[in-house]
């Protein structure tokens, strides 16, 4: 079995348009692989801290795992995740991964998807909020699959993040930044609302901050329950994982991603729509990452040898 640390993903520079691909290949695929809802969970003497337990096999990949995620909101970062590869065959593990930088790849990728998709065609505007790994990774995802695009963003302040953010990204001439200092300032006349914060306790804007049109991806599904209420489509990427939302029943239209992607729904009708995009986060796109990474970058990667046992009994 191949231990995959942290450092050796980040070395191997994997291509930001090659990880946009491969979410719309396992969206395309979602039917063809087992995906069970995650197990989450949240320990009451522990506010915000959750424990989330990911499986899924996708045997068209010959590969399975789990993916466990962790959150504690006072840590940095305050996720972590740590995953295993299994060869679907024999059910051997073949790698230990840390997947910290898997999941902000592959959340970043869904999010640019979601926007292609579901956005105006001729958005401008985007209000971001939180402005940490999964952030960057998803301007540089977009930067790579829509080099052209020209974007006013606007950012919300918060701590120095926004400073940040702004010189990681001084030399892309296509991304005009404007940074706000309330929730309203950053949702108000956005073509796309993208949040990334780990951890909010409330909603974040009143229904009037969402003009007609708007898409609004919340990574994280935090902060825009209100807009459940009121918005004209919810698109998600697991019917199974969002149920228990607490206005679930009250959606005006819900449908999965992939069944918009294989055209058995559909998705923006309308330039006044408004829509809710709850990429929730399924450990398919997790364990295909981890797959694609194990077959072309790991080969120098030196084994640890794991024996099993041989007799039937070994007690």
């Given at each position: 079995?191949?231990?995959?640390?942290?450092?050796?993903?980040?070395?191997?520079?994997?291509?930001?348009?090659?990880?946009?691909?491969?979410?719309?290949?396992m969206?395309?695929?979602?039917?063809?692989?087992?995906?069970?809802?995650?197990?989450?969970i949240?320990?009451?003497?522990?506010?915000?801290?959750?424990?989330?337990?990911m499986?899924?096999?996708?045997?068209?990949?010959?590969?399975?795992?789990?993916?466990?995620?962790?959150?504690?909101?006072?840590?940095s970062?305050?996720?972590?995740?740590?995953?295993?590869?299994?060869?679907?065959?024999?059910?051997?593990p073949?790698?230990?991964m840390?997947?910290?930088?898997?999941?902000?790849?592959?959340?970043?990728?869904?999010?640019?998807?979601?926007?292609?998709?579901?956005?105006?065609?001729?958005?401008?505007?985007?209000g971001?909020?939180?402005?940490?790994?999964?952030?960057?990774?998803?301007?540089?995802?977009?930067?790579?699959v829509?080099?052209?695009?020209d974007?006013d963003?606007?950012?919300?302040?918060?701590?120095d993040t926004h400073?940040?953010?702004?010189?990681?990204?001084?030399?892309?001439?296509?991304?005009?930044?404007?940074?706000?200092?309330?929730?309203d300032a950053?949702?108000?006349?956005?073509?796309?609302?993208?949040?990334a914060a780990?951890?909010l306790g409330?909603?974040l804007?009143?229904d009037?901050c969402?003009?007609?049109?708007v898409t609004?991806?919340?990574?994280?599904?935090?902060?825009?329950?209100?807009?459940?209420?009121?918005?004209?489509?919810v698109?998600?990427?697991?019917?199974?994982h969002?149920k228990?939302?607490?206005?679930?029943?009250?959606?005006?239209?819900?449908a999965?991603?992939?069944?918009?992607?294989?055209?058995?729904?559909?998705?923006?009708t309308?330039?006044s729509?408004?829509?809710?995009?709850?990429n929730?986060?399924?450990?398919?796109?997790?364990?295909f990452?981890?797959?694609?990474?194990?077959?072309?970058?790991?080969?120098?990667?030196?084994?640890?040898?794991?024996k099993?046992?041989?007799?039937?009994?070994?007690f």
């Amino acid at each position: 079995m191949k231990i995959v640390s942290f450092e050796d993903i980040m070395n191997f520079n994997i291509d930001f348009k090659e990880a946009y691909n491969w979410v719309v290949e396992m969206l395309k695929n979602k039917e063809s692989a087992y995906l069970p809802p995650k197990i989450s969970i949240k320990p009451d003497e522990k506010p915000g801290v959750f424990y989330n337990v990911m499986p899924s096999v996708l045997p068209k990949e010959n590969a399975a795992g789990v993916k466990l995620v962790t959150r504690y909101p006072d840590s940095s970062p305050s996720l972590n995740s740590l995953l295993i590869l299994c060869d679907y065959q024999n059910g051997k593990p073949v790698a230990l991964m840390d997947a910290n930088f898997i999941t902000a790849l592959r959340t970043a990728a869904v999010a640019v998807h979601s926007i292609d998709l579901f956005a105006l065609k001729d958005y401008k505007t985007v209000g971001l909020i939180g402005l940490g790994n999964v952030m960057r990774a998803t301007l540089k995802v977009m930067a790579s699959v829509f080099p052209d695009k020209d974007l006013d963003i606007k950012l919300l302040k918060y701590k120095d993040t926004h400073i940040s953010f702004q010189e990681e990204f001084r030399d892309y001439e296509h991304f005009h930044f404007n940074v706000v200092d309330s929730y309203d300032a950053v949702v108000s006349d956005s073509d796309v609302v993208i949040s990334a914060a780990t951890y909010l306790g409330k909603d974040l804007c009143d229904d009037s901050c969402f003009k007609k049109g708007v898409t609004v991806i919340p990574v994280h599904t935090l902060g825009f329950t209100n807009c459940d209420l009121f918005f004209d489509k919810v698109f998600v990427d697991d019917i199974g994982h969002v149920k228990h939302f607490k206005y679930f029943n009250y959606f005006k239209s819900v449908a999965e991603v992939s069944d918009v992607i294989n055209g058995r729904a559909e998705g923006r009708t309308d330039d006044s729509e408004r829509i809710i995009v709850y990429n929730i986060g399924i450990s398919l796109h997790d364990i295909f990452y981890a797959n694609k990474i194990y077959q072309k970058y790991c080969s120098e990667i030196k084994d640890i040898e794991m024996k099993t046992p041989d007799a039937k009994y070994w007690f």
